[in-house]
């Protein structure tokens, strides 16, 4: 198994001690092959979008259920009808069904002709027939968690995400536009009162070295308390959360001793917590440490509070490489640095090895030694370092977004896909933002199994 730790597996390629990435007027380097450099900034999954300069024209994809909703200015319409018709049918789907006449103004030719709309629609990822528990998906983004769940049974009864470009990938794959902002007190009111399992990547940035590591004096990080309200009013089962590594130690370790104390203290859950890398735990190939918390309540699961350890996965040989992931008959001009480009003569001398993946820092270009992809992050695309760069037989050129999304492990070539009208930019942050799913699945395969073994 390739190495990972970042002492030994990334090296610094420089030209001249340094590859100068500056022009004359000192600008910055252009990170895409072709336009103006872009000044933007890392962006954390579900982060709340600031108001556009210029109203886009796109149509977003979940608007083609217009017709059946409300037109009373109630901005979670899409997210009320799309949760109901997700629903297995039975008494649970009728109260619904009541609610959305009664209390949000809903018609009932409406809800028919929705219905109708919706059975005839290709929903590729839909949970399994006879779910065998339910959860929720907070700061769902384009529902890394909602994969990984659903594959060991679930079905999702609440999905939450306040990034609007995210939420049309989820209704792309899912056939459900999540609810927003998940901070305010009505979209919480929206959480049905019984579920299973919690599960939340909640933003990271706030925690991370990418993100100046604010911690709570970041809004983004503040929003581990909302999961806490909600598993305090609530009340499931589990909990299962994701984070960057570096939550552990930040601040001197003293906001993961605060995030434990809220868990096990205030709400009384047993708790445990694993860092694990997708190329060691899930024969991933990117280099992506991440905390995972999983956490039970004592009074619905039989769990001890004494030295309670977790049966998290157990490491596996990394058998998959670069080269199942990278698609090496792209042709897409855009994507290619070619003669004739600023910074081509600079770039093809250093950019030589075709088995690993390169990152285009601030000043210098990096290679990654290691053999997997460097950690992905949502800035790359948008003008941010860390765009990842790879030579194939065709030339020096970037990711894929599609390929992004490969190395976190979603499942393209059963069919996950971005809406046709997403920007290229909010591709490569979606994924950049994601979790990789298939660590998260392993993961909750085993919080699923000590429930249902456990279970009071």
């Known amino acids: 198994m390739p190495e990972t730790n970042n002492k030994t597996t990334e090296t610094i390629i420089t030209k001249n001690d340094r590859l100068n990435c500056t022009s004359k007027e000192g600008e910055s380097l252009p990170l895409a092959p072709a336009g103006k ?7 954390p999954r579900g982060s709340a979008p600031k108001t556009p300069k210029r109203t886009s024209k796109t149509k977003k994809n979940y608007e083609e259920l217009k017709p059946f909703i409300p037109q009373n200015g109630n901005e979670e319409n899409y997210a009320l009808l799309t949760h109901y018709l997700m629903m297995e049918e039975g008494e649970s789907k009728k109260q619904k069904r009541l609610e959305l006449e009664n209390k949000f103004d809903f018609t009932l030719e409406n809800l028919n002709n929705a219905e109708n709309f919706f059975s005839t629609k290709n929903i590729t990822f839909r949970h399994k027939e006879k779910p065998s ?13 909602r994969l990984a769940m659903q594959a060991n049974g679930g079905e999702c009864v609440f999905s939450s995400e306040w990034d609007d470009a995210a939420k049309q990938t989820y209704y792309e794959n899912y056939g459900e536009v999540p609810f927003g902002d998940i ?11 019984h579920f299973d399992v919690l599960c939340a990547g909640f933003p990271c940035q706030a925690f991370s070295i ?64 694993k860092v694990m890398n997708p190329c060691e735990y899930a024969n991933v190939p990117q280099n992506r440490e991440r905390i995972f ?25 990394l058998s998959k490489s670069i080269h199942d992931i990278i698609d090496d008959s792209i042709e897409t001009e855009n994507l290619f640095y070619k003669e004739g480009h600023l910074y081509y003569d600079r770039m093809k001398d250093v950019i030589v090895n075709p088995d690993t993946v390169y990152q285009w820092r601030r000043v210098y270009i990096r290679e990654n030694k290691s053999g997997v992809c460097p950690t992905l992050t949502a800035n790359m695309g948008e003008g941010g370092h860390n765009v990842p760069i790879v030579r194939t037989s065709k030339g020096i050129r970037k990711f894929t977004p599609e390929e992004c999304l490969g190395f976190q492990g979603f499942p393209v070539k059963k069919g996950f896909h971005y809406p046709t009208t997403t920007a290229q930019s909010k591709k490569y942050k979606q994924a950049g933002n994601s979790v990789t799913e298939p660590l998260i699945e392993k993961v909750a395969k085993k919080v699923i199994e000590f429930v249902k073994e456990n279970e009071k």
């Open 183 to 193: 901070t305010k007190a009505e979209t919480k009111a929206l959480i049905p009162e």
């Open 37 to 43: 450099p872009s000044s933007a900034t890392p962006s």
């Open 293 to 317: 918390i999983v956490g039970f309540d004592p009074k619905q699961v039989q769990v001890s509070k004494e030295k309670f350890v977790f049966d998290f996965p157990t490491p596996v040989k």
């Open 210 to 273: 990418a993100g100046y590591q604010k911690g709570f004096n970041d809004v983004r990080g503040t929003l581990f308390f909302d999961v806490a309200d909600i598993l305090e009013k609530h009340r499931p089962k589990a909990f299962y959360l994701e984070n960057v590594k570096n939550l552990k130690s930040h601040d001197g370790g003293r906001t993961f001793s605060k995030i434990m104390d809220v868990l096990k203290n205030r709400l009384d859950y047993v708790v445990d917590s």
């Open 133 to 145: 528990f339910t959860f929720i998906d907070l700061f769902a983004g384009i529902g890394g968690f």
